[in-house]
């Protein structure tokens, strides 16, 4: 068999493999803890998936095109069609993300790598200055920090853990993690609690008015962009916590991210030297074993 044909196959199956253990099992996580800690629970069950494709790359630089195997390709085409059938809804749930309209949200913040804030004319009508400060904060910090590739991305990280029912969970406490973030660091950029909250509520009176019919319940349809009105279902205890005093400001934790970062890409290298060196003997076993 051609040796990327090969790869492909065997990407699909073994990192499809690897996934199962931490999308089924991995801790959802809580919606008050750290949006950055929310972020790696969401990720998390995809690393030993991405240290198996980076183990078979690492595989597929010392084998010979076309590689002598004597596995019957149907075999292992068959073997990869759930995990093919995941991946192709996943990739068409993203495509489907990118291509609605984003106009119900009142207020928001859309673009992949260039996120533009923007305001519906009869909404901004209704708010106060304070108001409409506090939701352009709330909006700039989504812009600031690329939320809605982020969204995007962390959907799709979520789709690849289908059916799992844990990897909508964390995605979930992501979200609602990060408004708890963006009104933090709105209100850290001088916009008020109570403006923001009033901001919150006048944007849900709107979208109501005009889209009743159509209001999304969890906060949860497949998008690709941020908004000011997050999950409908924290509403209640995110309005609470904008009424309360700011809590204390978290500490950075760049060195941190820097750190696990530099980690991980390592752990991705010494598998790929792993799949060099020792990956033959391995992959004929298993083809021996799949035949
Ligand atoms: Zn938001």
Redesign the pocket.
Known sequence: MERESLLTLLMLLLGGIALQPLAMFAPHSNPDAAERQAWIRLWLPLAPALVTVAWLCGWALREPDPVADRVDQWVLIGACLPFAAVLVRAAARAAWALARDPSQAGVFTAGLLRPRVTFSPFLARTLDDAALEAAWQ?EQA?ARHRDPLRIWLAQLATDLQWPWPGAGVRFAAWLEAL?YA?DDEARRHGASGEALAAALLATLRHTNALYAAHAESGGQAMRAQ???V?SRRALQKRIARLLAPMPAAQTSRASTRTWLGAHFALLLLVAGVLGAVYGDPIVRELLAWIA
């Open positions: 709330h989504h408004e963006r941020a908004r000011l997050g």
